[in-house]
């Protein structure tokens, strides 16, 4: 981390001695080249650090994605960063064209399903978890979930045995293109589906909540 900030430091962010115009095309190239290098999304931070202070970074991406316009690619906002994702009317012939490409885990659909429970209710106990569904979930699906690095141990939960709780990672959120938690489709939309119910959590039976899944009260790994 030092060694960075020292380089960053090397660099000449203002660029006071080019005209407003050049000035920021240069900002704008260095934001993009960063972003195209990245194999994670770039935060705010980071770009922050290769232009002037004066850079409004939020003008500075919409410059870039105008530059963007009929390309087969677009800048995104994931993972509380930025992005370059192939717009999805070309999905298909990338995969048709079988070339390496970025891949997320694979997941299976009840392990997906858990997933996104998790990413609703966080943070949740894997008790709670399995009251969602009405079935007992496994600590092998909890460890398949964060082996693959979309989910994370939490805060102990305050109900009795202190359970560990589950949480989302920033590496969820990119894989699924999400910016932040608060674009998850309307929770709604899947209560009326019957995939998932709230209602679960809020009336779950104290007896039961009283008595921790066996091995929960340990660390989740």
């Known amino acids: 981390m030092a060694r960075r900030s020292k380089q960053l430091s090397l660099i000449d962010t203002e660029l006071a001695d080019l005209p407003p115009t050049e000035r920021w095309r240069e900002w704008m190239n260095r934001a993009e080249a960063i972003i195209f290098a990245s ?30 316009h009929g390309k087969p690619y677009d800048l995104v906002a994931v993972g509380g960063g930025w992005q370059h994702r192939t717009r999805p009317a070309y999905a298909e012939v990338v995969r048709a064209a079988t070339v390496p490409v970025r891949e997320t885990a694979g997941l299976s659909q009840h392990e997906a399903m858990v997933l996104m429970a998790i990413a609703y209710f966080q943070p949740v106990t894997r008790s709670e978890v399995s009251k969602i569904f009405g079935r007992e979930i496994s600590r092998d699906t909890m460890a398949a979930l964060r082996q693959a690095g979309y989910v994370a141990a939490g805060p102990r939960s305050p109900t009795p045995g202190a359970p560990y709780t589950f949480v989302t990672t920033p590496a969820f959120l990119s894989a699924f293109g999400f910016d932040t938690l608060r674009d998850l489709p309307d929770i709604e939309m899947l209560e009326d589906a019957g995939l998932l119910s709230r209602a679960v959590l809020r009336h779950e039976d104290p007896a039961a909540a009283a008595q921790p899944h066996e091995g929960e009260e340990s660390d989740p790994d």
């Open 39 to 68: 194999t994670e999304p770039v935060l705010r931070a980071t770009l922050a650090g290769v232009v002037g202070r004066e850079c409004n970074l939020d003008l500075l991406i919409d410059d870039i994605r105008e530059t963007l």
